[in-house]
């Protein structure tokens, strides 16, 4: 099982540096090509064995699709990109949370908050030098408060969503 993790996580980086040393401006006409008959492979392979981890069956396939993008994403200029590789990320987020696959969700759900991150960063900035400096500390303590007053009610949450992730494959 360890040697399928370790190949899986050698074929993506070595994606990743070829399209680094290529120069590829558009890594989705490299990576789709060899993404797609990953997430297909690792369809039947859960068909056919429903207890397969879904990072073994999936996780090469949405790595190789995804991040590569994200790259991308972060380096272009216009809006189209980020917007297609969100609705992409989302896609695959949905896919995760419904059919219980933590693979589809961790991977779907980081590359859509890392996208999300990029493109809100430039209105954050410019609405965070509007407010006066005390504000972001005000808000902090206020924070901070909340946070205690409310710490064992969390603290049940973190548990249960530590058991729902811990029942996902």
Known sequence: ????????????????????????????????PVALPL??????????DPAASSWAAYGPGLALALVPSLGAAWLDAHWLRPLLLGLAALAATLAGGRRGLLAPLAVGGGVLALDALHELAPYVVQVAGLVPRWVPMALAGALLLAAGATYEHRLRDVRRLRAALGRMR
């Open 1 to 32: 099982m360890a040697g399928t993790y370790t190949a899986a996580g050698l074929l993506v980086a070595a994606v990743w540096v070829w399209l680094a040393r290529a120069g590829a401006s558009a890594p989705e006409a490299y990576t789709a």
């Open 39 to 48: 997430l297909a492979v690792g369809a039947v392979r859960r068909r056919a």
